[in-house]
């Protein structure tokens, strides 16, 4: 075969090209493939620092929403702060609108976000809802109201405006270890700068601030013209179980959630053993005939109660929260075993509680409580999250029986525990000592009725005293008398009088003679029955103690009454301190009257008056029917 005859130029040319490939033949024999298959990928990879890698962040990290930052490699750098760096992202909060609670769950060592923006900051205040009458302490909360009202409207074309924002705890986690006490209280945190929109643990302290919550209730009271953001954070604990729950708000008109710090104004009467009475303190300084006090009687029952047993610690940590009570107390305001209404014992309108299924010989938490703002609750409503007051407790008796009555016709200021049995209803109580106590006072008024009332002044029994302050002391008199107050036989008190010893127990136990100073128990008459032979004879209550009626009712039936009908007590060591008691000023009921609760003339002094007046002066008489010891 003969090749084709070359050119100089097409040989250097050949020549070239033929040295050229036995070079790259030699190179790549010499040297390692910079390539590799697809399928031949794996960790060995070095990193790439063009471009983010993905990490399932929220499952791997759980730092909540996060972006990886990318530093550009440095050779002066150190190799380990090179690679990609976490940062915790802003979260966006959630928006709160004007009276409009948000109820959310939250886990240990979770924060959350929220926001009350600039434009519910200068929207328009909420409509007003209908008002209670006028409280007694309400006259000027109202007229501080309407002058907020009037500036909130003035500033809301940009200036500063008041903002509330409150919180109640609604659950709280557990613990079956009962040596670790209550569950960390939430945490509240408020910044209003746009440079921390996530206040919480952690934060700056230049651009937040924390706002104490306590026993389950914040409030924080701002002049804002800007957003405000909250940040709401749950301890991260391990010694308790489960989450706990919350209600946040935000208000320009008035806290949506309220607690009141200062004096319970509820007040226990008397309990047995198993039910309670109470009262709230004088909701107007009205007079009868006047429109407010007429007012307050037709309302339905604006207020509420909740009770707790106090050895249990389910409410303790909430119980400044009206959402945590209503979710965790054991007597709740709309239980089927509390019966309120409106009464004007003692000459002022206020509200009763009566508690039922209480257990005996048991102390509990009582908490006054409002269900929004008396009128309207729930969303929209100012102060809808309702309200609570400070806790006071009471404890029921043990033995059964005394028993609680109330709401007499004729002895309708009659209002504490009663000498009973358990085979009488509290209906039948009612009946036996009303009509007993009706029919005395119908001889009484027989012999008033003789006294010329209606003459002259120089002819009446008394220029400052007539028939009608007569009649009333006779009847103050004659219930407190007739109605004896029970407490338990079991009691100790040096103000309690044994009564009705020579009656069985109603376990069927009898006093023996051998115990020390029953002889003298069973052998006096003063002690081995009952001031009403009523008592024994239809109620048959067994032995019980008395608090004796208090000496002032006696002392005022004698000045009232004009002397011809023969009234008079009985002298000091003669009688009088086995028939009588003596107020006690610090406000235990250490004598029987009339309209008497515990402790409440020590919180409201015209109050204390107002009964002294009234009750206060204390008589005996004299009448054929009725045993006075």
């Known amino acids: 075969m003969q090749f084709p005859k070359l050119t100089p130029l097409q040989s250097r040319f050949a020549a070239s090209l033929l040295a050229s490939v036995i070079?790259?033949?030699?190179?790549?024999?010499?040297?390692?493939?910079?390539?590799?298959?697809?399928?031949?990928?794996?960790?060995?990879?070095?990193?790439?620092?063009?471009?983010?890698?993905?990490?399932?962040?929220?499952?791997?990290?759980?730092?909540?929403?996060?972006?990886?930052?990318?530093?550009?490699?440095?050779?002066?750098?150190?190799?380990?702060?090179?690679?990609?760096?976490?940062?915790?992202?802003?979260?966006?909060?959630?928006?709160?609108?004007?009276?409009?609670?948000?109820?959310?769950?939250?886990?240990?060592?979770?924060?959350?976000?929220?926001?009350?923006?600039?434009?519910?900051?200068?929207g328009p205040l909420?409509?007003?809802?209908?008002?209670?009458?006028?409280?007694?302490?309400?006259?000027?909360?109202?007229?501080?109201?309407?002058?907020?009202?009037?500036?909130?409207?003035?500033?809301?074309?940009?200036?500063?405006?008041?903002?509330?924002?409150?919180?109640?705890?609604?659950?709280?986690?557990?613990?079956?270890?009962?040596?670790?006490?209550?569950?960390?209280?939430?945490?509240?945190?408020?910044?209003?700068?746009?440079?921390?929109?996530?206040?919480?643990?952690?934060?700056?302290?230049?651009?937040?601030?924390?706002v104490p919550v306590e026993n389950g209730y914040s409030s924080v009271k701002l002049d804002a013209s800007d957003d405000v953001f909250i940040g709401v954070a749950a301890v991260n604990t391990s010694d308790f179980t489960g989450i706990w729950n919350y209600e946040i708000a935000g208000s320009i008109d008035a806290p949506f959630h309220n607690y009141d710090s200062g004096t319970p104004d509820l007040y226990f009467v008397d309990s047995d053993n198993h039910a309670a009475l109470l009262i709230t303190k004088d909701t107007t300084r009205a007079l009868p005939n006047e429109t407010i006090f007429q007012?307050?009687?037709?309302?339905?029952?604006?207020?509420?109660?909740?009770?707790?047993?106090?050895?249990?610690?389910?409410?303790?940590?909430?119980?400044?929260?009206?959402?945590?009570?209503?979710?965790?107390?054991?007597?709740?305001?709309?239980?089927?075993?509390?019966?309120?209404?409106?009464?004007?014992?003692?000459?002022?309108?206020?509200?009763?509680?009566?508690?039922?299924?209480?257990?005996?010989?048991?102390?509990?938490?009582?908490?006054?409580?409002?269900?929004?703002?008396?009128?309207a609750s729930g969303n929209r409503v100012v102060g809808g999250g309702g309200k609570v007051w400070k806790a006071m407790n009471f404890t029921t008796k043990t033995d059964g029986n005394c028993a609680v009555v109330f709401n007499l016709s004729f002895c309708d200021q009659v209002a504490y525990a009663v000498p009973s049995n358990p085979d009488k209803t509290p209906n039948d109580l009612t009946a036996i000592y009303d009509s007993n106590a009706a029919t005395a006072y119908q001889f009484f008024n027989y012999s008033l009725q003789q006294i010329p009332c209606n003459t002259t002044a120089t002819a009446q029994y008394s220029l400052a005293r007539t028939c009608d302050d007569c009649a009333a002391a006779y009847k103050r008199w004659l219930c407190a008398v007739t109605i004896p107050r029970c407490e338990d036989y079991s009691r100790q008190a040096p103000y309690l009088h044994p009564r009705n010893t020579a009656q069985n127990f109603?376990?069927?136990?009898?006093?023996?003679?051998?115990?020390?100073?029953?002889?003298?128990?069973?052998?006096?008459?003063?002690?081995?029955?009952?001031r009403n032979s009523i008592?024994?004879?239809?109620?048959?209550?067994?032995?019980?103690?008395?608090?004796?009626?208090?000496?002032?009712?006696?002392?005022?039936?004698?000045?009232?009454?004009?002397?011809?009908?023969?009234?008079?007590?009985?002298?000091e060591g003669r009688g009088l301190n086995v028939s009588y008691g003596v107020k006690d000023p610090s406000g235990l009921i250490t004598c029987s009257y009339l309209g008497a609760a515990y402790f409440m003339n020590g919180a409201d002094t015209r109050t204390l008056t107002v009964t002294i007046k009234a009750w206060g002066a204390l008589m005996a008489g004299l009448a054929t029917w009725l045993l006075i010891q």
Request: charged content about 20%.
């Open 535 to 571: 008592i024994d004879d239809k109620i048959k209550p067994g032995p019980y103690k008395e608090i004796l009626p208090c000496q002032d009712l006696c002392y005022d039936l004698v000045q009232s009454c004009p002397a011809t009908l023969g009234f008079g007590c009985p002298l």
């Open 506 to 530: 109603l376990n069927g136990s009898t006093f023996s003679s051998s115990q020390q100073d029953a002889q003298a128990l069973l052998s006096a008459t003063v002690t081995n029955s009952s």
């Open 295 to 375: 007012e307050w009687m037709s309302i339905a029952p604006p207020f509420g109660m909740f009770a707790h047993n106090l050895n249990d610690p389910a409410v303790l940590g909430i119980q400044n929260s009206y959402c945590g009570l209503s979710k965790n107390a054991q007597i709740k305001t709309s239980a089927d075993s509390q019966d309120t209404s409106m009464t004007a014992r003692g000459g002022s309108p206020k509200e009763q509680f009566y508690i039922q299924n209480l257990n005996d010989s048991t102390t509990y938490f009582g908490f006054l409580a409002m269900n929004g703002n008396s009128t």
């Open 23 to 122: 070079l790259l033949i030699i190179y790549f024999s010499l040297t390692k493939p910079p390539f590799a298959y697809a399928a031949e990928l794996d960790e060995r990879i070095p990193p790439d620092h063009n471009h983010p890698i993905i990490l399932d962040l929220e499952e791997d990290l759980d730092f909540g929403t996060n972006e990886i930052i990318n530093l550009p490699s440095d050779e002066s750098m150190d190799n380990e702060m090179s690679k990609n760096v976490i940062r915790q992202a802003p979260i966006d909060p959630t928006a709160l609108a004007n009276n409009d609670p948000k109820q959310i769950n939250i886990k240990p060592g979770e924060t959350q976000f929220w926001v009350f923006n600039k434009d519910a900051l200068s």
């Open 126 to 210: 909420s409509p007003p809802t209908p008002d209670l009458p006028s409280l007694v302490e309400r006259t000027e909360q109202l007229e501080g109201r309407q002058d907020l009202r009037k500036r909130q409207d003035n500033n809301a074309s940009g200036g500063l405006r008041s903002l509330w924002i409150t919180l109640n705890t609604c659950l709280q986690p557990s613990t079956n270890n009962s040596e670790i006490g209550v569950p960390p209280q939430l945490q509240l945190y408020i910044s209003e700068s746009q440079n921390q929109k996530n206040p919480g643990p952690g934060g700056s302290g230049d651009n937040q601030r924390s």
